[in-house]
């Protein structure tokens, strides 16, 4: 899979948009992008994937740069429930959820 | 569906003890995984399995037994704890993509087992 880089740690208003990015600079064409949270001591949670257009369901949205290179999770009216490290990861279609591994996330906080 | 069940919530151990963690969940996932995330740390991968019958060493295997005689159930098994096993031990499923199933299936998560062992 390919590797993937995202800030340590990001602070955000509560009511603002929160825009946690994620560099993936050797993604292949095969591979999509996941973003998954983990809300203090529960177990990590889907929010959404996407492969090179822009994607929005009732959590998030997934801009992918033209180039694939990069993408953004937007979480467009964050709430103190929005608090988590959240978890950015590449990986081919053809193989699942098996194996996936998660790296240090962006550990997001939301400030009243 | 009551989703991917995970008992006990909290264990404490003495060195030495065994005990089996259990997963089951009800959505006719084919693959099923344990992870354990120590403080600080991201998930780790113990073991897996894609179907009954067949199970799989992960990331950090050692200590650690699994079986799969059901699709529903997926128990982890320390055979001798140790201190180094202190841990939050998460367990997910999912659809498999190589068995046909949705090729973007998510993992499904417990809610854990915190383990401390003594």
């Known amino acids: 899979d390919a590797k993937t880089t995202q800030p340590t740690s990001m602070d955000c208003a509560e009511g603002r948009a929160a825009n946690l990015p994620c560099n993936h600079s050797?993604?292949?064409?095969?591979?999509?992008v996941y973003w998954y949270r983990q809300i203090h001591s529960q177990g990590p949670q889907y929010i959404i994937h996407?492969?090179?257009n822009n994607e929005t369901n009732e959590m998030a949205s997934l801009i992918i740069t033209e180039d694939r290179k990069s993408s953004t999770l937007i979480l467009p009216h964050a709430t103190l429930r929005d608090t988590a490290v959240y978890y950015c990861?590449?990986?081919?279609?053809?193989?699942?959820?098996?194996?996936?591994?998660f790296g240090q996330g962006t550990r997001l906080t939301i400030n009243p | 569906n009551a989703g991917v069940t995970q008992t006990p919530k909290f264990q404490v151990l003495k060195t030495g003890q065994s005990m089996t963690l259990q997963c089951a969940q009800d959505?006719?996932?084919?693959?099923m995984s344990w992870y354990r995330q120590d403080p600080g740390m991201g998930l780790r991968l113990i073991h897996y399995?894609?179907?009954?019958?067949?199970?799989d060493q992960g990331e950090v295997p050692n200590g650690y037994n699994v079986s799969r005689s059901t699709t529903e159930d997926f128990p982890l098994r320390l055979l001798s704890a140790a201190p180094s096993q202190t841990s939050v031990y998460f367990c997910?499923?999912?659809?498999?993509?190589?068995?046909?199933?949705?090729?973007?299936?998510?993992?499904?998560f417990g809610n854990g087992t915190r383990l401390t062992v003594t």
């Open positions: 399995s894609v179907g009954a019958g067949i199970t």
């Open positions: 959505m006719n996932h084919e693959y």
């Open positions: 996407g492969l090179k």
């Open positions: 990861i590449v990986r081919p279609i053809n193989r699942g959820a098996q194996k996936l591994v």
């Open positions: 050797t993604i292949s064409g095969n591979e999509y």
């Open positions: 997910a499923s999912s659809y498999s993509a190589q068995l046909g199933g949705q090729l973007h299936s998510p993992l499904h």
